[in-house]
C-alpha cells in the first residue's frame, strides 16, 4: 500500500531489496480529497515505475454529504469520518488485491504511528486491549515497519535519493491523530525524554500480559459458550470482566470492553430468579 509518504516510500524500496519487483505488486488510492491528490498519484507511477513494479491505481471519490438546512455539514460529518471512510476503502481494495494474488498486505506504519495510536486509544477507548496498539502481523496484514521511528524512514529515504510526498492534511488540528502527534506527544516527550519508547514497551508488556490472562478465560469458558453465574460470582472481579467481555465479543463479534462494567448486574439479575436479560452495545444479551 503506497500513499507516496515517506513510510511507504521507505518500505516499497526495501521490499524490492528483499523479494525482488517481480513479486510485488503495489496499490495507491487516489481519494480525490485534496488538491494535490493527483499529483501523489503520478508521484507513485514514477516511482513504480522506476523501481519495476506493478501498481494498481484506484480512485474512488467520496459522495458529497448533503447539507442540513441552513448550510450546516450534517451530523457527524467530522474529519474522522471522512478518515474512516478513506481507510475502509483503501483495506477493500487491497484485500481484493491480495485475494486474487493469494499474497500479504504491507502497510508502512512505524514506531511513531504504535505511539500515537496508543494515545489515541487511551484517551478515546477504554480497556486493556486498546493500549496493546497494532500488531506487526495479523491475517494477511503485515506492518513490517513497526520497529522503526518516522525520523529512520525520513533518514532512509534521504540516504537512497527517494522523494516523497508531504500531505498536508496530516497537521490539520481538525484531525484528532494530528492533535496527538503535535501536541500531546511533544508535550510527554518534555516530560520525559524516553516517553516514546516507554510507550511501546508497555504495549508490548501488554500483549505479552494479555496472552496470559486469554489462557485463564479460555480455562473459564473451555466447557462451551457460557458460565454458569455460581462460577462467575467466585471468580476474582477481574477474570469475571475478561470472562463476561469474552462472552460478549463472541455473541456480537464485535470489541465491547464495556462488558465487564456489567458482571455486577448480571450477578443481581441471576440472583433474582426467573428469566432476564441485560443489553449490552446495542444489542441483547440474555
Not at 146 to 165: I, K
Not at 197 to 207: E, P, S
Amino acid at each position: 500500500m503506497v500513499s507516496g509518504g515517506r513510510d511507504s516510500v521507505c518500505l516499497l524500496d526495501v521490499t524490492v531489496a528483499l523479494c525482488g519487483p517481480q513479486h510485488l505488486s503495489a496499490l495507491h488510492v487516489n481519494y480525490g480529497l485534496r488538491e494535490q491528490a493527483d499529483g501523489d498519484e503520478r508521484h507513485c507511477i514514477a516511482l513504480c515505475d522506476r523501481l519495476g513494479v506493478e501498481l494498481q491505481v484506484v480512485r474512488e471519490h467520496r459522495p458529497p454529504q448533503a447539507p442540513r438546512e441552513g448550510g450546516a455539514a450534517p451530523a457527524g460529518d467530522s474529519g474522522g469520518n471522512v478518515q474512516a471512510w478513506a481507510r475502509e476503502v483503501r483495506y477493500r481494495a487491497a484485500a481484493g488485491m491480495a485475494e486474487a494474488r493469494d499474497a500479504l498486505i504491507a502497510t508502512g506504519h512505524t514506531a511513531s504511528d504504535q505511539v500515537e495510536t496508543i494515545l489515541y486509544r487511551l484517551a478515546a477507548s477504554p480497556g486493556r486491549r486498546a493500549l496493546q496498539g497494532m500488531v506487526a502481523s495479523e491475517g494477511r496484514l503485515i506492518r513490517p515497519l513497526l520497529g522503526l521511528t518516522r525520523a529512520q524512514t525520513t533518514a532512509y529515504c534521504e540516504a537512497r535519493g527517494l522523494q516523497w510526498r508531504e500531505d498536508e492534511s496530516n497537521d490539520s488540528e481538525r484531525y484528532a491523530r494530528a492533535r496527538v502527534r503535535n501536541g500531546l506527544v511533544p508535550a510527554l516527550r518534555a516530560v520525559h525524554p524516553a516517553a516514546e519508547a516507554n510507550v511501546l514497551r508497555t504495549a508490548r508488556l501488554l500483549r505479552e500480559e494479555t496472552e496470559l490472562l486469554d489462557g485463564l478465560v479460555a480455562e473459564e469458558l473451555a466447557e462451551g459458550q457460557g458460565i454458569a453465574l455460581s462460577r462467575l460470582q467466585a471468580l476474582p472481579a477481574a477474570l469475571g470482566r475478561l470472562v463476561v467481555v469474552r462472552l460478549a465479543e463472541d455473541a456480537t463479534g464485535s470489541y465491547v470492553p464495556q462488558a465487564g462494567d456489567r458482571v455486577q448486574e448480571i450477578l443481581a439479575l441471576g440472583n433474582r430468579g426467573g428469566r432476564a436479560e441485560l443489553h449490552v452495545a446495542g444489542r441483547r444479551a440474555p
